[in-house]
Nanobody, 123 residues
Framework: QVHLVESGGGLVQTGGSLRLSCAAS????????MGWYRQAPGKQRELVAT???????NYADSVKGRFTISRDNAKNTVYLQMNSLKPVDTAVYYC?????????????????WGQGTLVTVSS
């Protein structure tokens, strides 16, 4: 089994910063793209940022210039540095990863989600 465990959420004032971490663990063969999504109350889950295994990044327009996604492949960990936070950034943030696992002679790629971490930005 493979698990993603997020940490780093919390309460911060407008303009503040937080750094989220997400570590993958388990019987991992390799990890492809990793990313962060968020879901605000009453809204659908939306993409925040993604990073490929080679380091190519993609951001939602709403967070460009404020958030930075990065990863440490040796630690199977992805990070989200969030600066200049706004109340509209308040949401549960979910980590996502495409994880390949080996079972006998087969390699399967699974889409794994973390349990989510709450980020609250007060005005």
């Amino acid at each position: 089994q493979v698990h993603l465990v997020e940490s780093g959420g919390g309460l911060v004032q407008t303009g503040g910063s937080l750094r989220l971490s997400c570590a993958a663990s388990g019987s991992i063969f390799s990890i492809g793209a990793m990313g962060w999504y968020r879901q605000a109350p009453g809204k659908q889950r939306e993409l925040v940022a993604t990073v490929t295994s080679s380091g190519m990044t993609n951001y939602a327009d709403s967070v460009k210039g404020r958030f930075t996604i990065s990863r440490d492949n040796a630690k199977n960990t992805v990070y989200l540095q969030m600066n200049s936070l706004k109340p509209v950034d308040t949401a549960v943030y979910y980590c996502n990863a495409d994880v390949s696992v080996r079972s006998l002679d087969l390699i399967r790629t699974l889409e794994i989600w973390g349990q989510g971490t709450l980020v609250t930005v007060s005005s």
